[in-house]
């Protein structure tokens, strides 16, 4: 487990493809429970030691994962992540070339809970979502984006992006026919906050995955 920042209140690391956030069953891995371990054993903590996840990624998704290490942190960075006052940043390359070099895309969202999925729907009561894009980089067939979430839904940069035609690579499970070596190609690039109990404004950044080299080699 890479870690990119840790004190008393915040330990903030990097997760890599194919590893759940949290919310396994009893004996399986996810990162919260090797966040745990890791906690355990430096600080020789006996017993369950605390820790609360405030912004969990999807399993197939990679990046910067920020988690409490007291309750009055969870409490205070749980309150920034609701007054949307935590800035995200992702990168993601999708099917298809994007004509327009940036945009917002503005959908009501809801859960098909049988097949564990979410997907765009037109009736009002739905969820609102909303993220902001612009082109990093186009290649003969696919798009890097950069990516600012001003809502955080379940599955949201997946569903929005594949509803407007242009589904992560390798993210079979809205719609992508391109493969990808682990996971699929969304990234937590980067998230800025401010500090649990300090209040400075902090940024935490998560390099790329080696899968994702070939995206950055000179064509």
Avoid: C
């Avoid at 309150?79 to 895309?105: C, M, W």
């Avoid at 902001?132 to 955080?152: C, D, N, P, Q, W």
């Amino acid at each position: 487990m890479q870690v990119l920042y840790e004190d008393n209140h915040l330990l903030v690391v990097v997760k890599p493809a194919g590893l759940p956030t949290m919310g396994v069953a009893v004996g399986e891995k996810s990162l919260l429970t090797i966040a745990k371990t890791y906690i355990a054993e430096k600080y020789q903590k006996p017993g369950n030691v605390f820790l609360g996840v405030v912004s969990r990624l999807d399993t197939p998704t990679t990046g910067v994962v920020v988690i409490a290490r007291t309750s009055k942190g969870a409490s205070r960075l749980a309150e920034q992540f609701r007054e949307h006052s935590v800035t995200k940043t992702y990168v993601a390359v999708v099917d298809g070339i994007i004509p327009e070099n940036s945009g917002t895309l503005r959908n009501f969202m809801a859960e098909e809970k049988r097949h564990r999925k979410m997907f765009v729907t037109q009736d009002p009561d739905g969820i609102p979502a909303v993220l902001h894009y612009r082109v990093v980089k186009r290649f003969a067939s696919e798009t890097m984006l950069e990516i600012r979430l001003e809502t955080g839904r379940k599955h949201q940069i997946r569903v929005q992006l594949s509803h407007h035609g242009f589904p992560i690579v390798g993210d079979y499970k809205y719609r992508s026919r391109s493969k990808f070596t682990v996971g699929i190609a969304l990234h937590a690039r980067q998230v800025t906050l401010r500090h649990p109990t300090l209040d400075t404004e902090m940024t935490f950044t998560a390099d790329f995955p080696a899968t994702w080299k070939q995206f950055f080699i000179e064509k």
